[in-house]
């Protein structure tokens, strides 16, 4: 499921040979940010932060509960916080993810927004199977429209996204961002235009992209947890990936060999 995700990624790199000249922030780990939403408090968390071959997140709900945990996992330089990204860094992030487990939800990657870790989803959900992306900044886009895809519970996929800023940042030449699902069959959104953030909060949030600062990495929901009691659910994420594609300085020019720099 690799070489599709490992093209597309080599094509940003050279898509962004203009105008690349400083490095975006590259994480040496991961920080899982437990119960964003935690309608079941006393549910029994188990957290394995293996990073980045594992991260596996379970949660067995126990009554009283309501209608969703979220537990969110972020890439971070030091275990603690999530690393910020700012609108003109490039870069792209993947994972072979996988939901497990006895209850249903949703689970996949995430570039959430400057103003909230629950948004900002590549959602893979059960039990109807609906994959989608949505929310925060992120374009919408739906694979199960699309494409026809439906994920099967405790299978692995393979969930990317690519980030390219531009020079530019404006309605002409907005940053875009690319959506790839692969389950054997890759298929990808091509890449997707940005509309503008808002003018009054610019500065300091920027326009035309991610915005100021941006968080990436994955998350788990149980949903309808009062109706499953002593049931689990367990979010899986594997083989992580993190590539810098460089951060774009308007009016800088980079070579061909700076670009390919940026595999090291």
């Not at 400057?114 to 590549?122: H, I, L, M, Q, V």
């Not at 300091?204 to 990495?217: D, I, T």
Request: aromatic fraction near 12%.
């Amino acid at each position: 499921m690799k070489r599709f995700s490992k093209l597309i990624i080599a094509v940003a790199l050279f898509a962004l040979a203009a105008g690349s000249a400083l490095a975006t922030p590259v994480p040496s780990t991961a920080v899982v940010i437990p119960r964003v939403f935690n309608d079941a408090p006393f549910s029994v968390l188990v957290v394995d932060n293996s990073y980045p071959s594992l991260i596996e997140i379970s949660d067995t709900c126990v009554v009283p509960a309501g209608w969703a945990n979220l537990h969110v996992w972020r890439f971070s330089n030091d275990g603690v916080s999530a690393l910020d990204f700012l609108n003109g860094d490039g870069f792209a992030i993947s994972a072979d993810v996988k939901i497990s487990g006895t209850a249903n939800g949703e689970a996949g990657m995430q570039i959430a927004p400057w103003w909230s870790e629950a948004d900002g989803r590549f959602n893979i959900r059960t039990p109807d199977g609906e994959v989608a992306v949505f929310g925060g900044r992120l374009p919408f886009y739906s694979f199960t429209a699309n494409h026809g895809k439906s994920y099967v519970k405790d299978t692995w996929v393979r969930l990317s996204m690519v980030y390219r800023p531009t020079n530019q940042m404006n309605a002409t030449n907005p940053a875009t961002i690319e959506y790839i699902y692969d389950d054997g069959s890759p298929v990808s959104s091509g890449e997707l235009p940005f509309d503008e953030g808002n003018p009054s909060e610019d500065p300091p949030h920027g326009l035309w992209g991610l915005l100021n600062p941006a968080h990436a990495g994955g998350y788990m929901q149980f949903n309808n947890m009062s109706g499953s009691a002593d049931l689990t659910l367990v979010g899986s994420w594997s083989e992580i990936s993190f590539q810098d594609l460089g951060t774009v300085v308007a009016n800088e020019e980079s070579t061909w060999g700076g670009v390919k720099a940026l595999f090291r």
